[in-house]
């Protein structure tokens, strides 16, 4: 940290100037790097706070937001460009560091890509193969290619990143493109900021040298733009915190932030975001004391109940249960598991062996199984649904259904006869459809207890064990109620939802500590008794941590989620459901998540922080800023399953949490995408308006999906008194995403201002020309930036995503800038309930922007003239062809232009159709059936022409197909020089040689044709 850096400020000289934002933002690169957050997985920087938390929003992109919020722009767009993305580290010289600080160059590699005249200064060299070397490496200069040479080099002892980094430049030189350089580094949070932005200071101070800044830090940059915009430090205010990215990120750059949620679980994580991971060094120190004393205390206490060592002192890691039910056909008792391999790794499983007598099944554990014994323990006793299980040869079957009586009323109604359990209970009546068994223990052994490398095995439980068991029912049996009382044991009842009724219907279980076995409640009300004690706030995050990792909804993946991995314990939210289980894998308390783990980030953070839980619509604080993420359709059901958490954590709140609601208020959760979604929305954007001052920004972050959505959220903001002034698309799709069926998603941030007091009214006829005007000025003017960029970069800045949301956006600040349309106002507009399939004026404006867009969208290599007249579905195919030319292959491109060109099934054209790996048909790929006159492609004349190429791939004569255009299109002679025009463009850029040839050889003789021919 520097000392405060004088400066020479006028505050407010850039109170009425736009944001950078509104002109340009590296959407391409923040999209990059956003994805390359994601993948880190628990290594992002709030995972551990809680990674039950889903849809936290990318660090890196809230950075980019803040700063183009604040920065302002000069004359000089590109420069304005590269100093933003300076600071984001996305430059040449940033992407150098952070490979350095990653080691992410070998010496071997550096050797064969730069020219250096004294490699020796800086490596040594060892030989390795003296037949090829003769020994003598003195002379050797790079680029050599070390194994060639029979050598291997290492860098000098004395050598610094500093000079690492000489050679790092130029060896990233030779990577070409942004994620060839950007993807061997760290991420910029990870390198040491100060060596990291080291030479950005000097140059931003030069680029803003007009408006007296001089900042060596962010904290300094935030400030003194604040001070310039809006006379003071800027806050950031985020009504729908959530896990609390926004605020946590707004923090760090130094902004002041204001964060609410209506959950009080989204608060407790926020709050965490912002006062542990963001703590100073004492208070760190302070909660990790406190964690400390819990953790012995709690200990010392399970260690002298004897609940979970064995006589020789081993103790317990896990214990695994699994649900038991009588068979109605044989009377028996069947232990239920889709599977019963327990490890993958030391081929560990549980074996039924039939007791004859008491018709049940003893259930071994085997260490060492055959692979055959291994592949017959995959198949268990629960499959598709059924109980499945064999005695004396015959294979008895009965639907879990069945089992549970479900049944539907002549009214419909649906039910089971499963017996509800009752709030003082914890375990199932002996006469319960559903038993619950331990049926083995993983022990870690006394020896190695303590070791780095704990040695651990499985056994099934002794009499001493369900001695212990029975031990720990007990203690339960004789507090429950008290514990309950004192709030140390959740005794809320399970509220029905989409969710919540999971537990309920197929378990019987109908309050929250049901969902968790004796030992845990023993475990858990243990640790809250002693934090309790302590009141640090702290302790409530960590035992949430413990909570996900605890209860009946964890298993135990017997193959550590990968080949060759030990068995590894899942944690409750490892989806966002509550999926009851037939096994289950219970962690002894001795093996509960380490309480240091939510320390594991830190960020100490200076600026002004609060943290409220309350409605958005509820607002009392002012910010200049506000970003936010609000919940969306069918989005993550927060308020139900927090529910798991609040029940734990409501009774006894430490403060600040004390002033907290502790309920999920599911009646005042903004969800669905309804009327009482946009009554919910545009009474909190109103809120925050008003919280505003007239020169705030806000930018509002959702996820791209169609033109309804626009439809919908921007008649919102519209009669929140907001008018749009950009909009930036980040495509944030991943390969995992793969999983859900290739969904794809992209994220849209939307940048409104206040709308000027005042009424305006536009009439729609009016408006579509100036729409017109504007989206083109804007696309155009991009476009330009592209060219300017592209020259001296070798890349361009946007991409075509980029400059049709740009359109968008142009022409919705046209018209948001009106207060009435014709006659009606924008409040009532928005919250009118919507006729199905109705047109709004929205959709007018977007789909007017979206077709001025692709006209202005010329691939290169076709005439503007060309293009106007083509139709939708052949602008999408030649557009695609050209942009897979540059190796683009994410189908949510696909996606928007499809929607751009007006495509009805795009589906039919694409060859592929995986998120990171789309590509359309090849010509050679489609068959008659998709070129028949019923299709789209069929139906067009491009389609025609793909028809006519598979045919001279098949030898038909040139001359032959010309005979056949002609008599199949009456405007043959008008449209030969489109055709022509569209063969070239196949010609040059079709992926197929063959296709190439063909388009080259009918192109010409189209072209050549003379009458009479
Ligand atoms: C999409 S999440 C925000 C995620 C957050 N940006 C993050 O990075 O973790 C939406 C949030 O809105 C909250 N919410 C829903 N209805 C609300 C309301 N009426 N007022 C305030 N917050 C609400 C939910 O609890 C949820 O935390």
Known sequence: MHAKTKTTLTPLALRDAPALIEMVFPAQKVSFEAQRERKAGAGQTLTALGSYWKGRKPLILVRAIVLGCLLPPTDDAEADLAIFEKLMAFDDEGL???????????????????????PWDYFKATVRRLDVTGGDIRWMRFPLDVDAEGISIRWQRHITDDDKLVLYRQALATRHSYEDKAGIGKRPEEVEQDWLYAPVWPEVNRHYAHLGLNAHSFPELAEQLGILRYGHRPSVGDTFSGG??????????????????????????TWGALNIIGAAPERRAAIEDVQREVAKAVDEEITALGIEHDEQGNRAKAYLYCLEARCPETGWMVPLAPSWVISKTSNVIARLKPDLENKRFDIEIVTGASDAEMRAAEEG???????????????????????RGDYRNADGATGNRLRRWEKDEFKPRSDDIFQERLYAIQWITQATLNASRQETYFAAPTDADLKREQRVEEIVAENLTRWQEEGLVPDMAIEPGDKTDEPIRTRGWTHWHHLFSPRHLLGLATIARHNGKLKEPATFLDLANKLDNCSKLTRLDPSGGNIGREPKMTNVFSNQALNTLFTWAQRSVWNFPDSTK??????????????????????ID???????DPPYADAVNYHEITEFFIAWLRRNPPAPFDNWVWDSRRALAIKGSGEDFRHGMVAAYKAMAEHMPDNGMQCVMFTHQDTGVWSDLVGIFWAAGLQVAAAWYIATETTSELKKGGYVQGTVILMLKKRAAGERTGFKQRLLPTVRQEVARQIESMMHLNDTVKAHHGEPVFNDSDLQMAGYAAALKVLTAYTHIGGEDVTSFALRPRAPGEVTVVDEIVQQAAETASSLL?????????????????????????????????????????????????????????PNHARLKRVSEYTSRQLTDATEIGASRLGRLIIALQQLGKDTEPQVIVD?????????????????????????KSPEPEARNAAEVLGSRLKNLRFGD
């Not at 150098?96 to 004294?118: C, G, H, K, Q």
């Not at 990215?245 to 407790?268: H, K, Q, T, W």
Request: glycine share 6%.
């Open 96 to 118: 150098a560091r952070r490979a350095v600080a990653a080691n992410a160059l070998s010496p071997a590699e550096i050797a064969t890509r730069i020219d250096l005249d004294n």
């Open 381 to 403: 006793t629960v499959r598709e649904g059924s109980m499945i299980y064999t005695l004396d040869g015959k294979t008895y079957r009965t639907p879990i259904k069945t089992l």
């Open 964 to 988: 056949q255009l002609r008599a199949e299109m009456a405007d043959f002679l008008e449209v030969r020089l489109l055709l022509v025009d569209m063969l070239t463009f196949i010609e040059r």
């Open 598 to 619: 939510i320390l594991s980030s830190h960020v100490p953070l200076s600026s002004g922080r609060a943290v409220e839980c309350r409605g958005a619509n509820e607002i």
């Open 244 to 269: 609390g990215s926004i605020p946590f990120e707004a923090a760090r750059i130094g902004c002041d932030v204001y964060a609410s949620d209506l959950n009080p679980i989204a608060c407790m994580l």
């Open 858 to 914: 010329v691939p290169e290599g076709l005439t503007a003239d060309t293009w106007a007249r083509l139709t939708g579905i052949e602008r999408f195919v030649l557009r695609m062809m050209d942009m897979e030319t540059t190796g683009a292959q994410k189908l949510d491109n696909y996606q928007n232009f499809a929607k751009a060109f007006h495509v009805e099934d795009y589906a039919r054209v694409m060859g592929d159709m995986r």
């Open 622 to 628: 002012e910010a200049d800023l506000f970003i936010t």
